[in-house]
């Protein structure tokens, strides 16, 4: 009996792996673990390929880093723990002090809080003459909605991610004001797809951006988006 309630202990916190889809390796904290783990958040860049990468997204990857060898697109690192200028900005200006705190040290970006391969996998690329971005993007096992395919909210959080990163790149430290998102076709899980976004219009401190999902080969349309984005007043707090 005791032999049997320890073997129950241990497996507490122990990730369920998805049906079909293969399990984190044993030497990898998973995602319940790292909760309550103290370990240093070391500073990857994760939009570098890594094992889980499927062959397209990997092909693809490939295709745009030749883009970038005459500078007309360029790579958009991206890591869990952000320090640039702009996130010190943002705190600084923005951010009221008495949201400083402890719990503040363990955040981390949403879409790199998961383990390679099990949720947002992806790789951003800019034109800023274009004012564009496309973001390279792989949903893992653990973004499931409908069995076999990608959770609607997963799908909003990754067009959040690329049409914020264009009116931020375009005019500085903005926030979310609307999303219109028209779902088309669902998503396969784990499948690789392309993120097209592209700065409309500005009117004054109102960002306008637009987006669409496509398969690899540019045939199936998944989505489409209208953005709008507020540039922040540095004069004023968030509340």
Not at 47 to 76: G, I, V, Y
Not at 215 to 233: C, H, P, Q
Request: aromatic share 10%.
């Amino acid at each position: 009996m005791l032999r049997i309630c320890a073997a129950r202990l241990r497996s507490v916190g122990a990730p369920r792996c998805p049906r079909g889809g293969a399990c984190p390796p044993a030497s990898q904290p998973g995602p319940a673990r790292r909760l309550f783990s103290s370990e240093k958040l070391t500073q990857r860049d994760h939009s570098l390929p890594n094992p889980s990468w499927s062959k397209d997204l990997r092909l693809l990857f490939d295709q745009f880093m030749k883009k970038c060898e005459d500078s007309s697109w360029k790579r958009l690192p991206s890591y869990k723990c952000e320090f640039s200028q702009q996130v010190q900005d943002f705190k600084t200006h923005f951010l009221d002090p008495k949201f400083m705190n402890e719990q503040m040290v363990h955040g981390q970006l949403f879409t790199r809080s998961f383990e390679d391969g099990l949720g947002f996998e992806y790789a951003m690329f800019c034109n800023d003459a274009e004012k564009r971005i496309v973001c390279l993007f792989q949903g893992g096992p653990y973004l499931q909605g409908a069995p076999g395919f990608l959770h609607g909210g997963a799908i909003a959080t990754i067009i959040d991610a690329t049409t914020g990163m264009t009116a931020l790149l375009a005019g500085g430290i903005v926030m979310t004001a609307n999303l219109n998102i028209n779902f088309k076709r669902p998503i396969p899980l784990c499948s690789t797809v392309v993120l097209n976004s592209q700065l409309d219009k500005v009117e004054g401190r109102k960002f306008f951006v637009s987006c669409n999902i496509h398969s690899v080969d540019g045939k199936i349309l998944y989505s489409e988006t209208a953005g709008l984005f507020i540039k922040l007043d540095p004069d004023k707090r968030l509340k």
